[in-house]
């Protein structure tokens, strides 16, 4: 897509060509470095470059004697009306008006497909998100982490990567069989009708009951007086399914869908921890060993045992890890790291999304995932959510029994407002979800500040076409230099998708559709003290129609920007 930014880069490139033609820059001189961006004060210009900067090294002179050389290669661009070198080295270009009536048009052209990139060349990229245990339904502790992943893998589509959305259903190991007990006392409540007592250590949650009413109608009374070895598995499987088929409807409800819900048994089971194990072995990064006692004082139980241990510490790790434990047993990491190489056969990159209390076993799985697979893999830290209602904690819920649940939280202030709430902080700093901000109409909120930019552009188009007004003639010269700050600011929602895939940043895009909903605000409101300045001016078709192609431009935009991460624009509000 030949947005202006793209054009002037490639114009710059050019223009570095001929001077590696005069011999003025080295052949094949590394320009990666190189970019392209609006300077931070809008009066140094549109565009600016830091090529001087970055290449004068290079070329054997300093940045400010390489600058003038460039400007001059680009003396000739048509819709560069000046350029300046300023501070150490920038060339600061200014454009011609015509430069952004052209955007705007491309806007209109490409519509719901501006913005989209080929950053990411095709290469495939896994993003595992979620993954909560199968113990209960989704509380809110899971929402921001789900949202952020959904919204990461929306943001690399667009830049061009194809991606695949992954759940790891950790349904093997203590917490399912706590799990499989825990249901199997609300089977017995359904089976007698006498209430079960549920003893510490287990799942007390009213959610469990209607999966013992489910368990009754399956099974009967068959297991009633059966022992556990009995009922255990075909309990335990059961309820995972149920619990899972929630999880899917709470996720449902927040619009996210994942293509690949992995098994963690099914990784056991089908051997992928003995593979894993082996190349690992081949390479000499097992081997039988005791850990370091733990710094400080040591727990009572601890004692010196031998144990098979990764070489995590020649991928960086502070020591290396445990896979199986003395008795042979595996331990989690021993899973995960045989459930990373299986995910990486399908995928070109990894990415995990993580709450950030498992921020301590970052660095083994990276150790790991490098030495099984050579792929990048990146985690993301997502921080904890503070419910408020008022500024006040928010009582825990009734059926969960110790959590506020996903499906309350979305049925009282709905799937947008928590999808874009949950993207108006970086995901690594804590946030407070105040119900009562969150739906408050006012520019402090910034899911409403966005949708409603984007209802009052629809109710300008519903008004433009009462009075005969299109944008589809509009002489686009007729926009000012105010009008063409709004265009300018749209032109770098294609820039905004590259930075925040590049970033694995998806709340980039909920930042800069904030700014862009603030700009057309203001210049919304100036139409309120001076009639002349309105969208429609009533004596004026020609700029009515020329400010309902701007109208319609910035409404793309944030439609595009809100589809990117799951959120639905608004029409009325």
Avoid at 10 to 25: K, P, Q
Avoid at 329 to 356: N, V
Wanted: aromatic content about 8%.
């Amino acid at each position: 897509m030949p947005t202006i930014h793209a054009r002037f880069a490639a114009d710059l490139h050019a223009a570095l060509n001929l001077l590696e033609h005069d011999g003025v820059l080295p052949v094949g001189l590394e320009r990666r470095g190189v970019t392209v961006e609006p300077p931070r004060d809008p009066a140094h210009g549109d565009l600016s470059t830091n090529a001087a900067m970055v290449l004068a090294k290079g070329a054997g002179t300093n940045p400010r004697a390489l600058a003038p050389l460039i400007q001059a290669k680009l003396a000739g661009t048509p819709y560069v009306v000046d350029s300046q070198v300023a501070g150490p080295g920038f060339l600061n270009v200014r454009l011609a008006d015509s430069a952004w009536t052209a955007e705007l048009a491309l806007i209109a052209k490409h519509a719901g497909d501006y913005g989209r990139s080929d950053l990411g060349r095709g290469k495939r990229v896994n993003v595992e998100y979620v993954s909560a245990n199968p113990t209960g339904p989704m509380h809110m502790g899971h929402c921001r982490g789900a949202v952020v992943g959904d919204a990461l893998a929306g943001v690399l589509e667009w830049a061009g990567h194809p991606v695949t959305r992954e759940y790891y259903v950790n349904d093997a190991g203590a917490q399912v069989q706590t799990l499989a007990r825990s249901a199997f006392l609300r089977y017995g409540e359904a089976a007698t009708g006498t209430p079960a007592v549920i003893p510490e250590g287990l799942y007390p949650g009213e959610y469990l009951q209607a999966v013992g009413q489910a368990l009754f109608q399956r099974y009967g009374r068959q297991f009633l007086d059966q022992p556990e070895a009995v009922w255990l598995d075909p309990v335990r499987e059961f309820t995972v399914a149920a619990m899972m088929d929630t999880i899917r409807h709470d996720l449902a409800l927040l619009g996210i869908t994942h293509e690949v819900f992995a098994s963690e048994a099914a990784v056991q089971r089908e051997g992928r921890v003995d593979q894993a194990f082996a190349r690992l072995e081949a390479d000499g990064l097992l081997y039988r060993g005791e850990l370091a006692p733990p710094k400080g004082e040591l727990p009572d139980d601890w004692e010196p045992a031998e144990m098979t241990l990764f070489r995590s510490t020649a991928f960086g790790d502070d020591s290396d890890r445990p896979v199986r434990k003395s008795d042979g047993g595996l331990t989690y990491f021993g899973t995960d790291l045989a459930y990373h190489a299986q995910k990486a056969e399908g995928a070109d990159q990894l990415i995990d999304i993580w709450g950030a209390d498992h921020a301590g076993t970052v660095k083994r799985i990276q150790a790991a995932v490098h030495a099984l697979t050579g792929k990048p893999f990146d985690v993301k830290l997502v921080q904890m959510v503070r419910l408020l209602r008022g500024g006040e904690p928010v009582k825990m819920s009734k059926r969960s029994g110790s959590f506020v649940t996903l499906a309350e939280v979305v049925e009282e202030v709905g799937r947008d407002a928590v999808r874009f709430t949950m993207l108006s902080r970086r995901a690594d700093a804590q946030m407070d979800f105040d119900f009562a901000k969150v739906v408050e109409a006012s520019k402090d909120n910034p899911v409403f500040y966005v949708q409603y930019a984007h209802a009052r552009i629809a109710s300008l188009r519903r008004k433009a076409a009462e009075a005969g007004v299109s944008a589809a003639t509009a002489d686009l010269s007729l926009l000012d230099a105010d009008e063409l700050s709004l265009v300018k600011l749209a032109a770098q929602f294609p820039r905004a998708i590259e930075g925040a895939a590049i970033a694995r940043e998806p709340h980039r895009i909920a930042f800069y559709l904030y700014d862009l909903a603030a700009a057309f605000h203001a210049q919304w409101n100036k139409g309120n003290d001076d009639p002349a300045r309105r969208f429609l001016v009533a004596d004026r078709p020609d700029l009515s129609a020329a400010r309902l192609a701007l109208a319609d431009g910035i409404g793309q935009v944030i439609r595009n920007g809100l589809s990117v991460l799951g959120v639905a624009a608004a029409e009325e509000m």
